[in-house]
Structure formats: C-alpha cells, structure tokens
C-alpha cells in the first residue's frame, strides 16, 4: 500500500506534512526567483551560463598562448547568436577573441586582470549594448572573459536554481528532518488517542461502569467519546435489565419448583418417582444456576477462610440421595482435616454440586462417583462414566455448549464452575480418571501452610 493511502493517521499525516512542505518549498523558490530575475535582469541583462561555455572552448597551444577551439555547445551558441563576441585573456596577457569586439571594449581589454565581475549596460551597438565581464577557472588557467551579444536571461533560470546542488541539498534535508520530526509531533499530539485505547482495554462485562476520559484527547474527538460513553451506558443498563430479569425469573421458579419435588415425594417409591424426582432435582438446579449467575455478575461473592474439606463433604452429602436416586455410587476422602483457602462459601458449594451433577447426568447410570481434597488445595471430583475426548476439553466450558445434545440443562453448569474457580484465583482442568471416566481437578490458592 501507498504510505500516503494507509489506513494509520500517523504516517498520512507525517507523509502528507512532508509533501506539503515540499510543495511549499518549490512554490516559495519559483515566487521568489520572480523579482530576484528580475532583478538580475535589470542588472545584468544577458546569461552568465555563456561563459562556462567560451571557457570550455579556450585550450594552450603549443607555445603557451590561448586557442579558440569551439566545441558543439559553443557552435550552436554562435549560430544561435550571430551578435556574439568575447575576449579571453590570462594574467600573462595571452588573449583569444570571437566575433566583432565593439570600439567601447577595446579600452577594458588591457585591464581586464584588474577585474573579477562586471556587469556593464552600454558598451556595444544598439541591438546588443550590454557587456559581462567575469573572472573563470578553466581547463586552461584562470581567464578573465568579457562577451556580449549572446543570450539574455530567461525564465528557465527558475528551472536552473531549482536543479542547483544547493537547493536539492537543502529539499533533501528538510526532507529527512521532517521524517524524524513530524513523527514524533505526530505522536505527541496522538498520545491521548493511545491513553484512550488503554482505557477501553480494560473495559469488560465484569467490570462495568468503566467510562472513557475526554481530558487527554483533541476537542476534535470529544464527541466520539461521548457517543461511546453514552453507548457503555446503554450496555450497562441493558445488563443490568437482563440481570433484574434472570433474578425474578429464577425466584419464581424455586416456588413451583419446590412444590412440584414436595408432591413427587409423597408418590409411591418406585421407579417412576425416582426419575421424576431426579428431573426436578435437574430443574432446580438450573434455577439456582440462573441465581448463581446474577449473582456473580452482581459481585456479591464474600471472601472468607473456608475449610474446603468440610465444605466439599457437606456438598456431596446433600448430593448424594440425587446420586443414588439415579442408580449411581458417591463417594467422598480427604488427605487432611483441614485445607484453608480464601474463597464465597455459596459460590464454592455451587461449583461442587455443578461437577456432581455433571457427572450424574453424563456419566450413564450405575456411576461411581469420587469426590477427594488434596493437602495442596485441590479438590477433585472423579466419574466412571464414558469420560470427554480431548478435543472437546476446552469446549464444554463454553456457556450453552453441550457434547451430546440432551432434552435437559442448558449448558451452564461447567461455564459458571469455570467461572466461579477464575474468580477464586484458582484453575481447573480435566482429564481422564485412574479407572476411566472423566476426571475433574480445581486447585485453589491455599491462606495457610500446606498442614503436614
């Protein structure tokens, strides 16, 4: 891409700025070389560039004396200019001549030597009266040269400076300058573009409320602040709705749902009963997954010491009539007694309960389910049921992402567990189990020495 069509603000500007000083530059010299031609012209009258030419054209000859030898810049010249004559002379006296010398000029020829520069109006004939007389360094010695007749000066002299080493030096180094500079103008000016950017990169669904600041940025740029502000605003309330709204709707549910289980109790106990009392086990489940969802979205999570071992036995106690009601096995060890970590005791008892749940749903009936604590913060709950191909590991966190479709859960359960281990500072992982199945293993930061 063309660096003046990129789509970075940055280098259109500093190439766009360089060109226009370019422009600027060239414009300034063609103006400016206007008044000083005319200046020049006024002054001089005729093209000093001839006398590089008849310089060129002078040589010694074999006694040491100067020879006219017309080379084909000098011939046209002539040609050109039918009124053109010089006088070459050197500091010893040797003299060359072209062309009719007017009377006037005889007199100067002598002392020609006495001068370096002259511009003289009225020497020769009416059609060609005025003279230049210039000192030269040549290829035959130091002349002094005075010539008339020949060209006049033109408007190609603006094309002459412009060409001149001394101007393109000096477009060159502006050039560079402006290459180094206007970056970092560039750059300074745009600073509170980035300061912007860093802003709206820490802005995320759980961390609402964050609003960009329109003290670092150009006045240019308030208004899109502004407008995205306004839209944060608009996704923060819109949250906040859908929040109030899984909030109700998981509160009515728990209602029916806990007279729909109180009436399946009191049914006959038989096969039937047990399969509806794990369906409404599932549906109240799911209520409580909505709950638990506002409530981490709401940040309600209360940090405390937690004797992980306790609280993981109380959970697979309260678990187990769902597990046996399925036809499956529970079981629960512990390395230690106690295993303290930092951590919401609810939050924590929802993620165990999600992870056996899991595995009573998915791990087929006749399951033996293990659940055990490490001395170093882990907690792991362990299946014998088909387990999960590693391809699909990282998937089934994803929210509503099941492996094989079911006609019940929506697929939250192991995204609010993952979501729930993030918030603890903690990870979980899964694998296979010892004896087959699926093996899932969260590891907690610990708040006291690992006990012995």
């Given at each position: 891409m063309r660096p003046w069509l990129a789509t970075s603000l940055r280098t259109r500007l500093t190439w766009r700025m360089v060109a226009m000083q370019a422009l600027v530059l060239l414009a300034f010299t063609s103006v400016a070389a206007i008044p000083i031609l005319k200046l020049i012209s006024e002054e001089q009258g005729l093209d000093d560039g001839v006398i590089e030419d008849i310089a060129e054209s002078i040589q010694r000859d074999p006694a040491g004396g100067l020879a006219l030898v017309p080379d084909d810049d000098m011939l046209e010249k002539a040609a050109e200019y039918p009124d053109l004559w010089f006088y070459a002379t050197d500091i010893d006296g040797n003299g060359v001549q072209m062309g009719n010398i007017p009377e006037r000029a005889d007199d100067l020829l002598d002392y020609l030597p006495r001068l370096n520069s002259a511009n003289i109006a009225d020497i020769g004939p009416a059609e060609a009266p005025a003279a230049l007389v210039r000192r030269h360094d040549s290829a035959a010695g130091q002349l002094w040269i005075i010539t008339g007749g020949g060209p006049e000066i033109r408007f190609k002299a603006i094309f002459g400076?412009?060409?001149?080493?001394?101007?393109?030096?000096?477009?060159?180094?502006?050039?560079?300058?402006?290459?180094?500079?206007?970056?970092?103008?560039?750059?300074?000016?745009?600073?509170?573009?980035?300061?912007?950017?860093?802003?709206?990169?820490?802005?995320?669904?759980?961390?609402?409320?964050?609003?960009?600041?329109?003290?670092?940025?150009?006045?240019?740029?308030?208004?899109?602040?502004?407008?995205?502000?306004?839209?944060?605003?608009?996704?923060?309330?819109?949250?906040?709705?859908?929040?109030?709204?899984?909030?109700?709707?998981?509160?009515?549910?728990?209602?029916?749902?806990?007279?729909?289980?109180?009436?399946?109790?009191?049914?006959?106990?038989?096969?039937?009963?047990?399969?509806?009392?794990?369906?409404?086990?599932?549906?109240?489940?799911?209520?409580?997954?909505?709950?638990?969802?506002?409530?981490?979205?709401?940040?309600?999570?209360?940090?405390?010491?937690?004797?992980?071992?306790?609280?993981?036995?109380?959970?697979?106690?309260?678990?187990?009539?769902?597990?046996?009601?399925?036809?499956?096995?529970?079981?629960?060890?512990?390395?230690?007694?106690?295993?303290?970590?930092?951590?919401?005791?609810?939050?924590?008892?929802?993620?165990?309960?999600?992870?056996?749940?899991?595995?009573?749903?998915?791990?087929?009936?006749?399951?033996?389910?293990?659940?055990?604590?490490?001395?170093?913060?882990?907690?792991?709950?362990?299946?014998?049921?088909?387990?999960?191909?590693?391809?699909n590991r990282q998937a089934i966190f994803e929210p509503f992402n099941r492996i094989v479709p079911l006609d019940q859960g929506a697929g939250l359960g192991l995204n609010l567990v993952r979501d729930i281990v993030v918030r603890h500072n903690g990870q979980i992982t899964v694998g296979d189990a010892p004896g087959g199945g699926a093996l899932f293993e969260i590891f907690l930061p610990l708040t006291s020495p690992r006990p012995s």
């Open positions: 400076a412009i060409a001149n080493p001394i101007f393109l030096g000096l477009l060159s180094l502006l050039t560079i300058v402006s290459f180094l500079v206007i970056p970092l103008i560039v750059r300074h000016q745009l600073r509170g573009v980035d300061h912007v950017a860093a802003e709206a990169d820490t802005i995320d669904v759980d961390k609402r409320g964050i609003r960009l600041s329109s003290e670092h940025v150009p006045d240019e740029l308030h208004s899109l602040v502004a407008a995205v502000n306004a839209a944060l605003q608009r996704l923060d309330d819109g949250i906040e709705r859908r929040q109030r709204f899984l909030a109700d709707a998981a509160h009515e549910l728990r209602t029916p749902i806990a007279i729909l289980q109180t009436r399946i109790e009191l049914l006959p106990d038989d096969e039937q009963r047990s399969r509806l009392m794990l369906d409404v086990a599932r549906l109240a489940n799911l209520a409580n997954q909505l709950l638990d969802l506002q409530r981490l979205d709401a940040d309600l999570t209360v940090f405390q010491p937690v004797n992980l071992v306790d609280l993981a036995a109380q959970v697979t106690a309260d678990m187990a009539p769902l597990a046996i009601s399925a036809g499956d096995e529970i079981s629960f060890d512990a390395e230690v007694d106690t295993v303290t970590v930092a951590g919401d005791p609810a939050s924590l008892s929802r993620a165990i309960v999600n992870l056996i749940q899991n595995a009573v749903i998915h791990g087929g009936r006749k399951t033996a389910i293990h659940v055990a604590v490490g001395r170093d913060g882990s907690l792991r709950v362990a299946d014998t049921g088909p387990g999960i191909a590693e391809q």
